[in-house]
């Protein structure tokens, strides 16, 4: 059984940063693709960004590029989410997840374990 635990959500201003933890247990992940996805009140959940095993490969949505960067810590069993200039359309529920085999990084089916999500506030 996989644990992913997701840290770092919060509140903060328009323009601000936030640093999203998923710290995983049960399972070494060095070699899986990691993702992170978000939810909105009301809205389906969307893929954010997505990190390849070796960290060499990294995936965004158009809505975060330039502004968010997923890395990962493999001898931590962790991966990041630096979220910079934020909006308050980022306001949202963020989840990582682990999938197993890479084959569609960009769609929630794609993943095989869920963290529980931590909240990001972005106030106006």
């Known amino acids: 059984q996989t644990l992913l635990v997701e840290s770092g959500g919060g509140l903060v201003q328009a323009g601000g940063s936030l640093r999203l933890s998923c710290k995983a247990s049960g399972r070494t992940l060095s070699r899986y693709f990691m993702g992170w996805f978000r939810q909105a009140p009301g809205k389906e959940r969307e893929f954010v960004a997505a990190?390849?095993?070796?960290?060499?490969?990294?995936y965004y949505a158009d809505s975060v590029k330039g502004r968010f960067t997923i890395s990962r810590d493999n001898a931590k069993n962790t991966v990041y989410l630096q979220m910079n200039s934020l909006k308050p359309e980022d306001t949202a529920v963020y989840y990582c997840?682990?999938?197993?085999?890479?084959?569609?990084?960009?769609?929630?089916?794609?993943?095989?374990?869920w963290g529980q999500g931590t909240q990001v506030t972005v106030s106006s």
């Open positions: 990190i390849s095993w070796s960290g060499g490969s990294t």
């Open positions: 997840a682990v999938d197993y085999t890479g084959a569609d990084i960009t769609r929630t089916t794609g993943y095989d374990y």
